[in-house]
């Protein structure tokens, strides 16, 4: 647990950069979406490392957070869109709205065919980073439903 606490310390540290454009709400949301996203990570990856086949568990998270990331650069690269805060989005790309890596990510980490206990916590909190990236303006609701769905994707490689 110790372990998970520091890793949302360092998370947010880095989330803390964000621009001084941004609303002090505005900020709060941005920063918090890093959290919720650090925490979903972070309990997916504990789900591996504890698992009888840590080896194997641990080389599919890997590999599941490769290919989310590869999917959402492809994506945004090949089609450039327009942030709700362009053009002044801090150090977030203003051309990056479609999909939201965040969401992707945080989606990504939820087994829906594994325990009860972990999608009690991981389905809120991948709401909440979609919620949180949408009121702070990073993102509009087709990047949100975009990132989604390259999470349920993605999130199969188990």
Same mark, same amino acid.
Request: hydrophobic letters at 40%; charged letters at 15%; proline letters at 4%.
């Given at each position: 647990?110790? *372990?998970?606490?520091?890793?949302? !310390? +360092?998370? !947010?540290?880095?989330?803390?950069?964000?621009?001084?454009?941004?609303?002090?709400?505005?900020?709060?949301?941005?920063?918090?979406?890093?959290?919720?996203?650090?925490? *979903?990570?972070?309990?997916?990856?504990?789900?591996?490392?504890?698992?009888?086949?840590?080896?194997?568990?641990?080389?599919?998270?890997?590999?599941?957070? #490769?290919?989310?990331?590869? #999917?959402?650069?492809?994506?945004? @690269?090949?089609?450039?869109?327009?942030?709700?805060?362009?053009? /002044?989005? #801090?150090?977030?790309?203003?051309?990056?709205?479609?999909?939201?890596? @965040?969401?992707?990510?945080?989606?990504?980490?939820?087994?829906? *065919?594994?325990?009860?206990?972990? !999608?009690?916590?991981?389905?809120?909190?991948?709401? +909440?980073?979609?919620?949180?990236?949408?009121?702070?303006?990073?993102?509009? !609701? +087709?990047?949100?439903?975009?990132?989604?769905?390259?999470?349920?994707?993605?999130? /199969?490689?188990?």
């Amino acid at each position: 647990m110790k *372990n998970v606490l520091y890793s949302l !310390l +360092l998370v !947010l540290g880095l989330a803390s950069s964000a621009s001084a454009q941004q609303t002090t709400e505005q900020k709060i949301y941005d920063v918090t979406s890093y959290g919720t996203l650090g925490v *979903n990570m972070a309990l997916d990856f504990r789900t591996a490392w504890t698992s009888t086949d840590r080896k194997g568990e641990v080389g599919k998270y890997v590999t599941r957070v #490769g290919v989310t990331w590869l #999917g959402v650069a492809v994506i945004k @690269h090949y089609f450039p869109t327009a942030r709700p805060c362009a053009p /002044q989005c #801090g150090i977030d790309d203003p051309m990056a709205d479609i999909p939201s890596g @965040h969401t992707a990510f945080a989606v990504a980490t939820l087994d829906f *065919n594994g325990s009860g206990k972990r !999608l009690a916590v991981g389905v809120p909190l991948a709401t +909440l980073t979609a919620v949180f990236r949408k009121t702070a303006t990073k993102h509009d !609701l +087709l990047g949100i439903g975009v990132g989604a769905g390259v999470g349920l994707l993605t999130g /199969q490689i188990r």
